[in-house]
């Protein structure tokens, strides 16, 4: 990775897997002007997962699931941040759903359903008036 000052080739000086999120946190050191920043790698799963919908294959779509969850979650004070953190514990819960790299959207239904379910039932029940099986 190239330093976000110089442009110039930069060194990890120190690296942790984030579970929670499924990501890897690096702190960067530029050999040129010294600077020290962090880092995140974090999957995309846009290229990686396909979704079967109805017997077609179409690319995982973050935003798409952050949508819908919002719309469930908009009677709360915290609706975007509420939304935000449900779509990346789906996505965790999703991680062990993936088959050869293909989700069934029945099986993301469900697993949004169980997490609203625990987090707010009104929330859960909006979602369940829209996305009946």
């Known amino acids: 990775m190239v330093c976000v000052h110089c442009r110039s080739d930069t060194q990890v000086i120190n690296s942790r897997l984030q579970k929670k999120a499924n ?23 846009e290229l990686v997962w396909l979704v ?3 017997k077609a294959l179409q690319p995982f779509n ?14 709360r004070p915290s609706a975007l ?7 990346e ?6 991680l062990f759903n993936a088959t050869a790299g293909v989700l069934e959207a029945p099986a993301i239904a469900q697993t949004v ?4 379910n625990r987090f707010d039932k009104a929330a859960s029940v909006h979602y369940q008036a829209f996305h009946r099986k």
């Open 52 to 54: 079967r919908s109805n």
């Open 81 to 87: 941040s509420d939304a935000s953190a449900l779509t």
């Open 62 to 75: 973050r935003d798409k699931l952050l949508l819908s969850i919002y719309a469930s979650c908009q009677h």
């Open 89 to 94: 514990t789906v996505i965790n819960k999703l």
């Open 23 to 45: 990501q890897v946190w690096r702190r960067r050191k530029c050999g040129t002007c010294g600077a020290i920043f962090s880092s995140r790698e974090v999957a995309q799963y």
């Open 113 to 116: 359903q169980v997490a609203l």
